[in-house]
């Protein structure tokens, strides 16, 4: 990600208009072979199901985000590893906290392999993550 965007995460923010702001890929510059398709896949679909079940109107989950403190301190997150972004969008949305997305650039990756998307077993490990962390009905409570 390009940390030049991180005033198009913050803006809303100070603004009042949103507590938790993702960067969308997906409605801003993509560009080629910079997701593998199986995590373009992947994502689409899990942002379809948290659009079902939580009435998030999110494109992307969005790994390049910002969230107001206040929010933030009240999600008592318990997902230590890949379903952590879910998880705050699962929870800002059963808190009813203003979400929108901004279009973001999202370049290939210039050095190095993803340890999540790049390998059979990170793929597998997060999908399992974020798919029980969506499935979640009331994970305030950690329970």
Known sequence: FDPGQIPLLTA?????????????????????GAM??????????VAGII??????????????RAVSYPLLESFNLRER???YPTEIIVKAAQQHAPIVEV????????????????????TLLATYCI?????????QSGE
Not at 12 to 32: C, F, H, N, S, W
Not at 36 to 45: A, C, K, S
Not at 105 to 119: D, L
Not at 131 to 139: A, G, K, N, S, V
């Open 12 to 32: 809303p923010i100070v603004e009042g208009k949103a507590d938790l702001v993702l960067g969308t890929r997906m409605k801003g510059g993509l560009l080629p």
């Open 36 to 45: 593998p398709w199986h995590q373009y896949i992947g994502n689409r679909l």
């Open 51 to 64: 659009r079902l079940l939580h009435r998030v109107p999110i494109s992307d989950l969005g790994p390049f």
């Open 81 to 83: 590893t890949f379903g």
């Open 103 to 122: 279009p973001i650039t999202y370049e290939k990756r210039w050095s190095g392999k993803s340890k999540v998307s790049g390998t059979i077993r990170g």
């Open 131 to 139: 798919l029980r962390i969506t499935f979640y009905r009331d994970i």
